[in-house]
């Protein structure tokens, strides 16, 4: 497998300068001894990364490569975990531990059980094919969320080009009966999505527009209807925001571009201002927090895996 030096010219320094401050509250959450690691390149349009701790190993996807890779905490190498990997791309754990993902492909939500086989648990809605589902997050009561634009199935570069049979739902599977239902229907392009750490907010990125925005909804007292939505960022005409997770004080730590000064990933607090940025030299499409204790940053970006220790933890569920 294709790797390099995991530090690149210009970190030479603590605190690591690939972090800006944007507001003061922020200074809390960086570590002044703890840099941006590269622990990978070589992919050609990382994505989906997720943290397994029962085997100390991060999963991401390689799209138009058609694989999942895998890296180990233990030793710092990297293997395929799946390949061909139906054009894998967000992924997850659910409260189980198992793993779950979106595959373009066969425009589907899969889930990895314990014994290494897989069940599906969405590919149709109504009688019609899902478009492509993009991202994917576990509540606490079992229920799973996901996003379904149309990007993997627009050309042969993440998937096979298709005609859409459905609008770009953002959809929920009950975690008792299995039941598909639309969750909201207002979203052009619904893309990376997270709950606030008590659950009454859903986050959602809104990337098939421009420019693009981050929105948010309430959940109404039965947990799964959302009320409510809003805008909660307004993008500047070329960023773009994609996956995201938030920490347990609320903060959200989005993937970002794209463009010089843009890449990486940008903080936000719960009342929708920016407090930060990790420059990255290219832009990163999604994250998740990972390691034993769940203060580890790792980044998939464009043809690299990067990684941080931050002084905060990541909320339960992405």
Request: glycine share 12%; charged share 25%.
């Amino acid at each position: 497998m294709t790797q390099t030096d995991p530090r690149w010219p210009g970190q030479t320094r603590y605190p690591d300068p690939a972090f800006e401050i944007l507001d003061q509250s922020f200074v809390r959450y960086r570590l002044d001894a703890a840099a941006v690691e590269r622990l990978y390149t070589g992919t050609r349009w990382g994505e989906g990364p997720v943290w397994v701790p029962a085997g100390r190993y991060l999963l991401w996807s390689d799209i138009p490569n058609n694989r999942v890779l895998r890296w180990h905490e233990t030793n710092g190498s990297v293997d395929e975990f799946r390949r061909p990997s139906d054009f894998t791309n967000g992924a997850t754990r659910d409260r189980e531990g198992r793993v779950l993902w979106c595959e373009h492909l066969h425009r589907r939500v899969m889930r990895l059980e314990h014994d290494g086989s897989t069940t599906v648990l969405a590919d149709s809605f109504n009688g019609k094919r899902l478009n492509a589902p993009n991202d994917i997050v576990v509540k606490s009561d079992g229920s799973i969320w996901f996003s379904d634009p149309t990007f993997g199935i627009r050309g042969f570069y993440e998937g096979e080009k298709a005609a859409p049979e459905l609008p770009t739902y953002l959809y929920r599977i009950d975690g008792q009966t299995g039941e598909l239902s639309v969750a909201a229907d207002d979203i052009e392009g619904p893309n990376g999505l997270a709950f606030s750490p008590d659950e009454k907010l859903l986050y959602v990125a809104e990337t098939g527009i421009a420019p693009r925005r981050m929105r948010v909804y309430e959940l109404a007292a039965d947990g799964r209807t959302l009320t409510k939505g809003r805008i909660f960022i307004a993008c500047q005409q070329g960023e773009r925001p994609d996956g995201f997770r938030v920490d347990v004080d609320g903060n959200l730590w989005c993937g970002w571009g794209m463009g010089e000064g843009l890449d990486g990933v940008r903080i936000y607090n719960p009342a929708g201002e920016a407090i930060g940025h990790i420059h990255l030299p290219e832009r990163a499409a999604n994250l998740c927090f990972g390691g034993r204790h769940r203060n580890r940053l790792f980044i998939a970006a464009s043809t690299s895996l990067y990684a941080v220790y931050v002084n905060t933890q990541g909320a339960l569920g992405g």
